[in-house]
């Protein structure tokens, strides 16, 4: 088992930052690509982005590239989603997630409980 924490979500205005952070407990964080999703009001959840276990391969969605970027401390359990000119349509719930698969893996095994993210126009 692996427990997922999200955090740092907020409002923001349209052009601005926010990071999020999840903290990983229980098994190796190491055993796992981490992933973050999001999931807006009235849709479906969708794929952000993920990084491999060693932090040496990363896969973002067209929607936030070069916009996004995500990283992952090893040492801390620890994954980030570093967000800048956020956009209002970015508004949603974004979740952190693992999985023993690649960073294009459409199986996600553990999921945290989500952070909101709001970005005003």
């Known amino acids: 088992q692996v427990q997922l924490v999200e955090s740092g979500g907020g409002l923001v205005q349209a052009g601005g930052s926010l990071r999020l952070s999840c903290a990983a407990s229980?098994?190796?964080?190491?055993?796992?690509?981490m992933g973050w999703f999001r999931r807006a009001p009235g849709k479906e959840r969708e794929f952000v982005a993920a990084?491999?276990?060693?932090?040496?391969?990363?896969y973002f969605a067209n929607s936030v590239k070069g916009r996004f970027s995500i990283s992952r401390d090893n040492a801390k359990n620890t994954v980030y989603l570093q967000m800048n000119n956020l956009k209002p349509e970015d508004t949603a719930v974004y979740y952190c997630?693992?999985?023993?698969?690649?960073?294009?893996?459409?199986?996600?095994?553990?999921w945290g409980q989500g952070t909101q993210v709001t970005v005003s126009s």
């Open positions: 997630a693992a999985t023993v698969g690649l960073v294009n893996s459409g199986r996600y095994d553990y």
């Open positions: 229980g098994r190796t964080f190491t055993r796992y690509t």
């Open positions: 990084i491999s276990r060693s932090a040496d391969s990363t």
